[in-house]
């Protein structure tokens, strides 16, 4: 059956007492299958703008079919204006900051929208909570935006005290281990705070394929 990420997370993922390995296993599908969808996406020189969990649809069971929906924000890179648009968690820097972004830099929204779910992936998976000893100014309501950060020393910064591994890796094998590190390296490039320095989509894909 069908169902956005965000269910099947809970469902699947989360709540569920599958080995670890497994769980691994599953999270790379999901980063390998969103990947291919962002980079088929962006070499059509088109912006989804509004990625997060609710817009990405997954079936199967062991193999796993995932795909992006919801296509009511998508952008070309070529026509008019762009304006605001997406979800709160997932803004990145530039469109808090600036506002209105530049129309050919704005496939860098979904790498960053992407970097955000990988991010709440592993913050759930490792029984992180995102929302403690979070500088006031990334801090919204109840609402966590990281792309509030003053600048990308106070982001790392935040990353690493979140995802530091030597403390997390501890109870976990060697292999597991690597994998987490993987994923959470993945992130902090994700995440780059300069839309300029951030992964294109053909870059986002040879980071995922690097062994
Ligand atoms: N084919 C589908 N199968 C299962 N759930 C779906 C499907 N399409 C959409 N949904 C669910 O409906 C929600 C809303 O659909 P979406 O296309 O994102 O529209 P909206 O513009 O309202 O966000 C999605 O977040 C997802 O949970
Ligand atoms: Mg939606």
Known sequence: MEMSLDVYLRKHLFANSKPLSTKL?????????????????????????????ANILVSG????FICLCDF????D??????????????LPPEMISQ???????????????FGIIIFRILCELLGIDCFSDCPEEILVEDDIRLGRA??????RQYLDKKLSTSELLINYTLGEGRRITRFIELTRQLLEYQ?????????LIELIQTP
Not at 72 to 75: E, G, R, S, T, Y
Not at 77 to 90: A, E
Not at 99 to 113: A, E, F, P, R, V
Not at 150 to 155: I, P
């Open 25 to 53: 296993d599953i999270i790379e599908q999901i980063i390998e299958q969103v990947g291919i969808g962002i980079h088929s996406l962006h070499s059509k020189e088109l912006a989804h703008r509004d990625l997060k969990e």
């Open 61 to 64: 069971s062991n193999k796993l």
């Open 72 to 75: 009511d924000f998508v952008n």
């Open 77 to 90: 890179n070529l026509t008019t204006s762009l304006s605001i648009v997406g979800t709160p968690k997932y």
């Open 99 to 113: 506002g209105i972004l530049l129309k050919k830099n704005s496939t860098k929204i979904d790498i960053w929208c």
């Open 150 to 155: 003053k600048d990308s020393e106070q982001l």
């Open 195 to 203: 839309y300029e320095k951030r992964p294109n989509a053909s870059t």
